[in-house]
């Protein structure tokens, strides 16, 4: 396998949350971590109007939003929607951890789940691990 370094500065991250206070502190760590480009959306469909123009890297996305949840909105990526790429790393950054949901995401095929709140070092551990996998399935090692 190739070996490729990633680094966070060259990473595009979307911020999807309707709390216009958590989509601050969020960009806020991702930006003290030397995240290169982050984007912001307040509920899913403009996250989804959003990629329509461009895609990036990685989405952290809320699942409690209107008019369009997290979970819809995972759906909607998965299956075609908003982008070319359905397979596009989408971590939720969620307060709900109730089964049901948890379970929900699991089976809409999510690539990482965090309950909020969270700190820099577990996020970017999950963006990390999130974006290895990815590069892994593709044939890539991410030193």
Known sequence: MAKVEVE???LTVLVVDDQ??????????????????????????EALEILEKTT????????????VDGLQFL???????????PELPIIFLTSASDRETVKAAIEGDIDGYLVKPVSPTDLKAKIIAVLGK??????????
């Open 75 to 85: 759906r909607d990526v998965r299956g075609g929607l908003g982008g070319p790429d």
């Open 56 to 67: 990036p890297d990685l989405i952290l996305c809320d699942i409690k939003m209107k008019p």
């Open 134 to 143: 990815r590069l892994a399935s593709r044939g890539v090692n991410w030193a």
């Open 8 to 10: 966070l500065p060259k």
């Open 20 to 45: 216009d206070y958590v989509r601050t502190i969020v960009v806020q760590i991702l930006r003290k971590l030397g995240v290169g480009r982050v984007l912001q959306s307040s509920d899913g469909a």
